[in-house]
């Protein structure tokens, strides 16, 4: 991206503190960031949650509640915008500077048409009549790829997918072509595919308006792709900032160093991952001297005395880091596992002939089909969803099976067939031999123990009137486990899963995610399972913690000679974690096969944009792949397609000759079971 000399947007000392409620002190979420942005540059902010990413880019933008002090100085072009009048700022808002949020369907008002909504943001700052503003809207929804964008200005937010919902939101944010974009976590909740367009539509609206862009993520992968330059914030304040490459290769804070090894990457594989120890302080309580001194393996007693400068050079270009060993780590550019020790996992068992290993779950065929009802008070049936339409999962003793796929490809409700224990609508299951057909209530109660579930949000899986004791106790009493046995095993759980024994008389709200995350696994591992099932478990958590937990997970397999069926839509993370990987589209398994040989030479060409899509944290390797993007959304599930449900989006379909098209249009492919690696597809 080219960008000019004359900064558009600096920031300088910019501080936000929230009034406390009552009997608590005001928190300072930002402390002292400075920021310059120039035209058609694109700047990165990455950090974990709570370290005032966000917060700033509202700050920016002038979004903050009435609870918030704003301090410092934002400056557009040399105008000063802390302290602005509303009405000035109502005037910049959506024009020089406009705003991509991350949930776009709590962004959209529900129930006003996107093609209104669109030409709203047209009409607040230029004078154009109705007309005109919804031709405008239309060439917006056309640029940023909503097919039959006539259509679409009618419709409904609610009525678009997710990724369809945050291209339009960017639609509008570029309406009146701003000088500056701010993006907050713009593809957090999408899929990778999804993902992919969307970043692909922020880089033309950024091509086609001249704009600077502020990417505000989590994901060092999307920031590696995306991002000039990238800050990196910890405890409310920028600790290291560099041109991209620069700081990905030799990083010069010890957190940035952490956040670079605690990732797992799409071209590596196993091994443990390097956890950066403890948790982030709590801005109302700062420790004295480096924030982050109380989790730094660098840090020494002269750490601990004041916090050090953003420092490293002059000019905006300049690599700055705030630490006292930034020197150190740039003359000796160490790995992440050389200075953060690295947890010794459990040797994994020598190589085994699979078909020796005893079974575990065994899907064939699985299908399950939604009525659609139409009518008020008589309800009738005018259509089916197929949700599920030809599922094969096979896991054997001791091994991980990743499952992934987009959103609406049928992987929760293959789960929940799966942990029904009854008789599937059609095809057949298998956990542990027996089938859930033929099962009597009693026999289903006892196999239950053997099949346990970790959900997603470990908040909202765990009662929070309950003590963590108690909690993990249930499953026990489910299975009416002598009283003796469950008080034993209460302090045992905890342990295993790097908890204290002694907070079992605490509440969930008194653990961060991540440790909430290992409490769930605790009460899942309680009637000693032989099959995890692993629901997005780390999707929800923070890069750092996320390690840690992914780490527990290798140990507690490689232990309890565990089973597992991880479901992802994080395919960094099956290729770290599985053995074996299973993708599904459109309800169907379209590949399977071991997860080096899947992941290294893909036969569907749906797994191939699958991996194509996923960014490395590595901008040199990131910028050297070749990218798939497939149009559009996946079909409707309402409609049972014939022949190939994927050739709509198929990048290899329109280069097939007439009979090759006429096979794919007239027959399903389907997986061979026979062989270790199959897929549905009749040319990969």
């Known amino acids: 991206m080219t960008t000019t000399a004359t900064p558009l947007l600096t920031v300088r000392d910019l501080r936000v503190e929230f009034a406390g409620g009552r009997a608590k002190a005001a928190a300072t979420a930002v402390r002292g960031v400075d920021l310059t942005l120039r035209q058609g540059e694109t700047l990165g902010i990455v950090g974990e949650s709570g370290s005032g990413k966000s ?9 903050l509640p009435g609870t918030a002090t704003v301090r410092g100085s934002v400056a557009l072009d040399g105008r000063e915008l802390v302290g602005l009048p509303a009405g000035e700022l109502a005037k910049i808002r959506g024009d020089r500077i406009a705003m991509v949020f991350q949930d776009p369907l709590s962004a959209f008002t529900p129930v006003y048409r996107i093609g209104d909504q669109i030409a709203e943001a047209v009409r607040a700052h230029h004078r154009v009549d109705k007309a005109a503003a919804r031709r405008r809207a239309a060439e917006l929804l056309d640029l940023v790829g909503i097919p039959d964008p006539q259509r679409a200005l009618d419709a409904f937010p609610h009525e678009f997918s997710g990724g369809m919902r945050q291209r339009a939101m960017i639609a509008m944010a570029v309406a009146n072509e701003p000088d500056v ?3 907050d976590e713009p593809t957090t909740a999408l899929d990778v595919t999804i993902q992919a367009q969307v970043l692909d539509v922020l880089r033309t609206a950024q091509r086609e308006t001249g704009a600077a862009l502020v990417l505000v993520s989590h994901d060092l992968g999307v920031v590696a792709q995306m991002a000039d330059r990238v800050a990196v914030m910890y405890a409310g304040r920028v600790v290291e900032t560099a041109p991209v490459d620069e700081l990905f290769s030799a990083p010069r804070h010890p957190y940035t160093l952490g956040l ?6 799409l071209d ?13 302080p709590a801005l109302s309580d700062l420790p004295p001297g480096c924030p982050f001194a109380p989790r730094c393996p660098l840090a020494g007693p002269d750490c601990l005395t004041a916090e050090p400068p953003l420092a490293g050079g002059a000019g905006d270009g300049a690599h700055l880091a705030a630490c006292l060993r930034a020197d150190r780590l740039a003359a000796d550019r160490p790995a992440p596992a050389e200075v953060y020790p690295v947890p010794q996992l459990p040797p994994v068992g020598g190589a085994v ?3 020796e290993l005893p079974p575990v779950l065994k899907v064939s065929g699985l299908a399950k089909t939604f009525p659609v009802l139409k009518g008020t008070v008589v309800k009738r049936r005018v259509g089916e969803v197929y949700a599920v339409d030809g599922v094969h999962l096979d896991i054997r003793r001791g091994e991980t099976l990743g499952l992934v796929g987009e959103s609406g490809s049928g992987k929760s409700t293959t789960l929940f067939e799966v942990l029904g224990l009854a008789k599937p609508q059609r095809g057949r299951i298998e956990i542990l031999g027996q089938d859930t057909a033929t099962l009597s ?8 123990a053997q099949l346990q579930i970790v959900f997603q949000d470990p908040m909202a899986s765990l009662d929070p009137r309950m003590p963590v004791g108690d909690i993990i106790a249930e499953p026990l009493q489910a299975q009416r486990a002598a009283r003796e046995r469950i008080a034993a095993r209460i302090p045992e759980l905890l342990t295993q899963v790097g908890l204290d024994p002694e907070h079992a008389a605490r509440y969930p709200h008194e653990f961060s995610g991540g440790q909430r995350q290992r409490i769930s696994i605790a009460r899942a591992l309680a009637v000693s399972p032989q099959l995890l099932v692993l629901d997005e ?3 929800a958590l923070d890069v750092s913690i ?17 089973s597992y069926l991880f479901v992802s839509h994080d395919l960094s993370v099956i290729r770290h974690l599985a053995d074996r990987v299973s993708v599904m589209y459109l309800g169907r398994t379209v590949e399977q096969g071991p997860v080096d040989a899947v992941f290294t030479t893909p036969r569907h060409p749906y797994t191939r944009a699958l991996l194509s899509a996923v960014p490395l944290p590595d901008p040199v390797a990131e910028r050297a792949r070749t990218r798939v993007l497939l149009p559009g959304d996946p079909p409707s599930p309402t409609s049972r397609p014939t022949g190939c449900a994927f050739r709509t989006r198929c990048p290899l379909y329109p280069e097939l000759g007439e009979d090759q098209r006429a096979r794919c249009e007239g027959e399903a492919p389907a997986v061979d079971l026979t062989e270790d690696h199959g897929a549905a597809c009749h040319w990969g």
């Not at 670079?260 to 990457?265: E, M």
């Open 260 to 265: 670079i090894g605690a990732v797992p990457r």
């Open 268 to 280: 590596r594989t196993g091994g443990p991952l390097v956890p950066i120890p403890g948790q982030p």
């Open 441 to 448: 209530r009693a026999a289903a109660h006892r196999l239950r």
């Open 181 to 183: 974009l701010l993006a």
């Open 55 to 63: 917060v700033t880019a509202l700050a920016v933008l002038g979004l």
């Open 546 to 562: 996320q390690a840690g937990v992914l780490n527990l997970l290798q140990e507690l397999k490689a232990t309890l000679d565990l």
């Open 537 to 539: 478990p780390v999707s």
């Open 353 to 355: 002939d699979r078909a």
